[in-house]
Nanobody, 126 residues
Framework: QVQLVESGGGLVQAGGSLRLSCAMS????????MGWFRQVPGLEREFVAT????????YYADSKKDRFTISRDNDKNTVYLQMNSLKPEDTAVYLC???????????????????WGQGTQVTVSS
């Protein structure tokens, strides 16, 4: 059984930084592309960033590429999201997701992800 557990969320002032982590267990982490999404109540789940299974490719939502960095450590079965220059509109529950891949590629569409974590709350105060 696959488990994805996010951590690192919290309350931060505008302009601050947070580093989210997502640890996977139950499967071979290096077989999965990983993604970060965020969810605000009443709105659709929003894509944030994705990284290929080997880490050689990344892709970001346009509005995030200058402030967020996705990375992974396949030895630690963990994917990270470094978020800098946070804004109040970044407030959301951040979820990580895993998509089994036979080749190393990024995955943008939420429907392609088989496994999801429970999420970690990020709150940015103005």
């Amino acid at each position: 059984q696959v488990q994805l557990v996010e951590s690192g969320g919290g309350l931060v002032q505008a302009g601050g930084s947070l580093r989210l982590s997502c640890a996977m267990s139950g499967r071979t982490f290096s077989s999965y592309a990983m993604g970060w999404f965020r969810q605000v109540p009443g709105l659709e789940r929003e894509f944030v960033a994705t990284i290929s299974r080997t880490g050689d490719s990344t892709y970001y939502a346009d509005s995030k590429k200058d402030r967020f960095t996705i990375s992974r450590d396949n030895d630690k079965n963990t994917v990270y999201l470094q978020m800098n220059s946070l804004k109040p509109e970044d407030t959301a529950v951040y979820l990580c997701a895993a998509a089994m891949q036979w080749i190393s590629r990024v995955v943008v569409a939420a429907r392609e992800y088989q496994y999801w974590g429970q999420g970690t709350q990020v709150t940015v105060s103005s």
